[in-house]
């Protein structure tokens, strides 16, 4: 199994600032996950995270707007960058181990 | 991944069993059958998976049906705790951590 902690819980940004979502593991792992679920919406994945190499990201998301640090195998951040309302999601990182996935608590993420 | 197919919601009597559908007729070979559950403003939480045998674990059983097109996730004696969005994915598992990818799922209302 996996515990996640991810920080902040919540927040209420300003148009145009940045947000640094930590996220952190208790055990090593290989691939970390972001996530991000818009109001009333599905899971949609942003990025895939490797320790020591760059992110891979998903069709729709782009590394200035969302970059990712993976300095090492228990620890990720994602940035959410440039601001927007259309930001305002709940975002959260997961882990597999095995054959099961397992997910922080998430982010709530409010831009005004 | 194949695509799965799932009721956008259902009602279920609280300490009766809760079956909720899945479509997944393109479903491959080495594909497996998970489902996770999205309690409201929680990460998802692993329930169950299964291969082509049907499986039992202490929070669900999982039937899947011989041709693999389609599965039911039993929930023997539903609580109000159980009232979530459930969500069937299909998902290859190489021993290498994959993403996930959600559909809509389906909300399971359980009431007394």
């Known amino acids: 199994s996996a515990v996640i902690s991810q920080k902040p819980s919540r927040d209420i940004c300003q148009r145009g600032t940045s947000l640094t979502i930590q996220c952190q593991v208790d055990s090593q792992v290989t691939m970390m996950f972001w996530y991000r679920q818009q109001p009333g919406q599905s899971l949609t994945l942003i990025a895939t995270?490797?320790?020591?190499?760059?992110?891979?990201?998903e069709s729709g998301f782009v590394i200035d707007k969302f970059p990712i640090s993976r300095p090492n195998l228990t620890f990720s951040t994602l940035t959410v960058s440039n601001m927007s309302p259309e930001d305002s999601s709940i975002y959260l990182c997961?882990?597999?181990?095995?054959?099961?996935?397992?997910f922080g608590q998430g982010t709530r993420l409010t831009v005004v | 991944d194949a695509k799965t197919t799932q009721p956008p919601s259902m009602d279920c009597a609280e300490g009766r069993a809760a079956n909720l559908p899945c479509n997944h007729s393109?479903?491959?070979?080495?594909?497996?059958v998970y489902w996770y559950r999205q309690i409201h403003s929680q990460g998802p939480q692993y329930i169950i998976h299964g291969l082509k045998n049907n499986e039992t674990n202490e929070m669900a059983s999982l039937i899947i049906t011989e041709d693999r097109k389609s599965s039911t996730l039993i929930l023997p004696h539903a609580t109000l705790r159980d009232t979530a969005v459930y969500y069937c994915i299909v998902k290859g598992f190489t021993g290498t951590a994959s993403k996930l990818t959600f559909g809509t799922g389906t909300r399971l209302q359980v009431t007394l």
């Open positions: 393109t479903i491959s070979g080495n594909e497996y």
């Open positions: 997961s882990v597999e181990t095995g054959p099961e996935a397992f």
């Open positions: 995270a490797n320790q020591g190499s760059e992110a891979t990201y």
